[in-house]
T-cell receptor, first 117, second 111 residues
Framework: DTAVSQTPKYLVTQMGNDKSIKCEQN?????MYWYKQDSKKFLKIMFS???????INETVPNRFSPKSPDKAHLNLHINSLELGDSAVYFC????????????????FGSGTRLTVV | DAKTTQPNSMESNEEEPVHLPCNHS???????IHWYRQLPSQGPEYVIH???SNVNNRMASLAIAEDRKSSTLILHRATLRDAAVYYC????????????FGQGTTLQVKP
């Protein structure tokens, strides 16, 4: 059983289109994240949700909108795609760190490679 | 956010131990030291974490300096499958637990 699964694995689309990436975790974790890894391989956090509530929003353009219908799912919708959005997007989950143990590890999905042409 | 410093790259021979260093001189008392690795074309993978004492698990060992300003990830017998980028990250309570990745150390394992 895949712990954190993302779909699709690959996404090629034209500039200006709107696309979504889905993420699901079956670990019972309360906190989920989206990370972006650019062509230089730097991993940067974009968003974090704890039990469906947005807790981290890191200077990300408004074109990116995360949605968490329940604590097991965190989807990422991107409007008006631009060339610079091309990257690998990783979803991750962990047990909550707010007010609780902060030492636990994250579990990452295998990534969605987005190519904007 | 407290920062870590790692060498850009390291080489090792297969079946030999590997010591991956990390400096974190601005670590705070509540920061945990986490290590992740990323194999080619995969997502980051949790390796180990610790606070003050040395830690062992099936993947690796983590040696933490007494002043906590540095740590070392130890792979006891490197295999070709251990070739990856290794990230040393501080995770504290004040930043809602987010992991901030640096450039990591690219480990090359030679047969």
């Amino acid at each position: 059983d895949t712990a954190v699964s993302q779909t699709p694995k690959y996404l090629v689309t034209q500039m200006g289109n709107d696309k979504s990436i889905k993420c699901e975790q079956n670990l019972g974790h309360d906190t989920m994240y989206w990370y972006k890894q650019d062509s230089k391989k730097f991993l940067k956090i974009m968003f974090s949700y704890n039990n469906k509530e947005l807790i981290i929003n890191e200077t990300v353009p408004n074109r990116f909108s995360p949605k968490s219908p329940d604590k097991a799912h965190l989807n990422l919708h991107i409007n008006s795609l631009e060339l610079g959005d091309s990257a690998v997007y990783f979803c991750a989950s962990s047990r909550p760190s707010i007010g609780q143990v902060v030492g636990d590890g994250y579990t990452f999905g295998s990534g969605t490679r987005l190519t904007v042409v | 956010d407290a920062k870590t410093t790692q060498p850009n790259s390291m080489e090792s021979n297969e079946e030999e131990p590997v010591h991956l260093p990390c400096n974190h001189s601005t670590i705070s008392g509540t920061d945990y030291i986490h290590w992740y690795r990323q194999l080619p074309s995969q997502g980051p993978e949790y390796v180990i974490h610790g606070l003050t004492s040395n830690v062992n698990n099936r993947m690796a060992s983590l040696a933490i300096a007494e002043d906590r300003k540095s740590s070392t990830l130890i792979l006891h017998r490197a295999t070709l499958r251990d070739a990856a980028v290794y990230y040393c990250i501080l995770r504290g309570s004040g930043n809602t637990g987010k992991l901030i990745f640096g450039q990591g150390t690219t480990l090359q394992v030679k047969p």
